[in-house]
């Protein structure tokens, strides 16, 4: 049986990365995953938390929400949930993940990512645009001189999975992801190291067999993800020098 989108259980939905979509940040873009859509644009402050002051080293930060009409029911304004705390932790997480915070200096890249309509993944979405984001505001700096070196270690992205009966689908939407029997976020680096798995199950259990297959799914996506940040950003290697 198809799914509502008239996808395959395997197949993403369609992606779109426009970057460079904010005038002021040093990098952004805006991300779509069928019709969820998060807009991420990242500044950068010449300070670090105190934590890391005279440490000679980085941070990289998130901040996540949701437009009052992204969603069916209004959203309230500047009404913080645990949720979204989780959220903001684990798209920071991911995309420090990514980045040489030596070589970055004392000095602090935030992104912010907005929800502009949410049809299920936008944690993912945002870890994804989240990255072309970072990585223009780092090539911005390698440009004007700030940084010697563009101090990204790799590419990394995210992309649900779900089990639904005994079908494994890539890339919930919403109304997938509330009859979902399990769902699971996957971060993953571009060296297919993982970086983050949150998986939960709803009325029944899985295996340890069905949660390698579906991080392999996840891992098929990501790679399909990553081959569009490469076209938004270039390859790693030519961010590195500059080129």
Do not use: H
């Amino acid at each position: 049986m198809r799914r509502s989108d008239n996808r395959k259980d395997n197949q993403l939905r369609k992606v779109v990365m426009k970057k460079n979509y904010v005038r002021n940040a040093l990098g952004s873009c805006l991300i779509s995953f069928g019709k969820t859509r998060v807009l991420c644009a990242a500044t950068v402050e010449e300070s670090v938390p105190p934590f890391l002051k005279n440490s000679g080293t980085g941070w990289v930060t998130a901040e996540y929400g949701m437009l009052p009409a992204s969603c069916s029911d209004r959203i309230r304004r500047n009404n913080p949930s645990g949720r979204i705390y989780e959220i903001q932790r684990l798209i920071g997480r991911s995309l420090r993940s990514a980045v040489d915070m030596a070589l970055l200096g004392e000095r602090t890249v935030r992104i912010d990512c907005d929800v502009i309509d949410a049809d299920g993944g936008t944690r993912t979405a945002a870890v994804t645009g989240g990255f072309v984001a970072l990585a223009l505001a780092l090539k911005d700096l390698k440009q004007r001189q700030v940084l010697s070196r563009i101090p990204l270690r790799d590419y990394v992205a995210a992309v649900s999975v779900g089990l639904m009966g005994n079908r494994m689908l890539l890339d919930l939407k919403y109304d997938e992801d509330v009859r979902a029997d399990m769902d699971m976020n996957v971060v993953m680096r571009g060296s297919n190291q993982l970086v983050e798995v949150q998986g939960t199950a709803e009325g029944q259990t899985f295996s340890r067999s069905q949660c390698d297959r579906l991080i392999s799914l996840a891992q098929k996506g990501i790679r399909e993800l990553i081959r569009m940040q490469k076209s938004a950003v270039g390859p790693i290697s030519l961010l590195r020098e500059g080129i």
